[in-house]
């Protein structure tokens, strides 16, 4: 790679500090949406210093709500938790450690997800407008279901809509909550589940205004009835041709138009995801697949003035990962970045945390095709140049980076 993108990260950079944090908020000007990434779901200095920028775009920009790629229902604990809704005694940590109780429990129910929920719930305590916490993946297929049918038994009043779940979710009923035995056994289906699932969504939002608003039970209701659709379009075509990973990343956007309809226009909305979700992916090789993500949609729909998208990058370090899905975590070392990375250019440039904030006038100093560091839940080192790096212009697929030349592993509960 060249002397030049070393030179340009030179010249540009900030140290990682509460300042260069201050200028990261100030440059987020009047952003209804910041998406806050991750370069994997198991390092513990991208949540803590995502927790910190969260405070003070809380603080200092009126921010009222985070929006995290976890389940809807687990995430609805710690909401409650927080706002004061659950009449349950106990800490963030039970919280967390009952609420997030799918593989892999570790990215929720963390130390450092705790001492960022226990803030929430303190300065939630002196505040009118309580800053919410919610999840808006879409794993949580029969959680979903049962929360549906839950609510809806508990309000008689409601008795069409309940039938027309009970109809609906008979669908699923052989498959003995599994994911995956319906997955496989969904492509042979006629679209009949389809349609129920579809028709009860479009039934619930149509009936929302009769719903209790109490601790936002009818959020809550028509949250889980969406999760519960998309949820069956992706399992289906994850054992087809189709793009399931569209499918998730269209469903996460759904529902952040949701939170913002519920919650008022004007609502600002702080995302928590992983860099490949909210770092835009028309600027990486993603679209040469024809695949898109929440950080391309939400800034087509919302308007670049409009969205703030913040990547996270490594050198080396530790990580909390598995070698194979649903296997227990290990900690895991991640090697040194080689120098034609992205991260390694960043460490040659100076072996010190840094930020950059990219703007219309330096974009271009850091649009050199290259590779970018992504490590999920499941991570091989031996194999990491063939599959954990995703070629970006970096400089245009966010508007600011954070970069933590050594990381350590994330505290599991």
């Known amino acids: 790679m060249t002397d030049k993108l070393i030179q340009a990260i030179s010249e540009h950079s900030m140290p990682l500090d509460n300042a260069s944090l201050n200028k990261i908020v100030e440059a987020v000007g009047n952003a209804k949406i910041v998406m806050i990434g991750e370069a994997s779901h198991g390092t513990s200095e991208f949540y803590t210093v995502r927790a910190e920028l969260s405070k003070k775009l809380i603080e200092q920009k009126g921010f009222q709500l985070i929006a995290v790629e976890g389940d809807w229902p687990s995430a609805q604990a710690v909401n409650r938790y927080v706002k004061g809704y659950s009449t349950e005694n106990g800490t963030a940590k039970e919280v967390l450690m009952k609420a997030f109780h799918r593989w892999p429990t570790w990215m929720w129910a963390n130390e450092e997800v705790a001492e960022f929920t226990e803030w929430l719930k303190e300065i939630n305590t002196h505040r009118e407008h309580k800053v ?14 049962d929360e549906v049918l839950k609510f809806l038994s508990n309000n008689p009043q409601h008795q069409v809509d309940l039938e027309h779940a009970k109809k609906a979710f008979s669908c699923f009923e052989p498959y003995n909550r599994s994911h995956e035995h319906y997955a496989i056994s969904a492509v042979q289906f006629s679209d009949a589940c389809i349609h129920e699932v579809t028709g009860l969504l479009s039934s619930l ?50 529902a952040i138009h949701e939170l913002h309809k519920y919650h008022g226009e004007e609502t600002k909305i702080i995302v928590w995801e992983h860099n490949t979700h909210i770092g835009d992916a028309s600027e990486t090789s993603m679209k040469d697949e024809q695949l898109i993500n929440v950080g391309q949609v939400i800034r087509e729909q919302y308007g ?64 050199e095709w290259m590779g970018h560091r992504a490590i999920g839940v499941v991570y091989d080192p031996a194999y990491e140049a063939y599959g954990n790096y995703v070629p970006s212009r970096v400089g245009s697929r966010y508007d600011a980076f954070i970069y933590i030349d050594q990381t350590t592993a994330l505290r599991p509960l």
């Open 205 to 254: 939002r149509n009936h929302q205004d009769h719903f209790s608003s109490l601790q936002e039970s009818d959020l809550n209701v028509v949250m889980n009835a969406l999760v519960a659709k998309n949820a069956e379009s992706y399992y289906r075509e994850m054992m087809s041709d189709e793009k399931s990973w569209n499918t998730r990343d269209y469903h996460m956007v759904e």
């Open 132 to 145: 919410g916490f919610y999840g808006i993946d879409m794993y949580s297929l029969f959680e979903s279901i």
């Open 304 to 367: 670049k003035e409009n969205t703030y998208a913040i990547g996270f990058g490594t050198y080396e370090g530790t990580v909390i990962a598995a070698d194979r899905w649903g296997d227990p975590f290990e900690i895991i070392t991640v090697p040194p970045a080689s120098l034609n990375k992205w991260e390694g250019q960043l460490h040659a440039a100076s072996p010190d945390d840094k930020v950059l904030l990219f703007t219309n006038e330096n974009r271009q100093l850091f649009n």
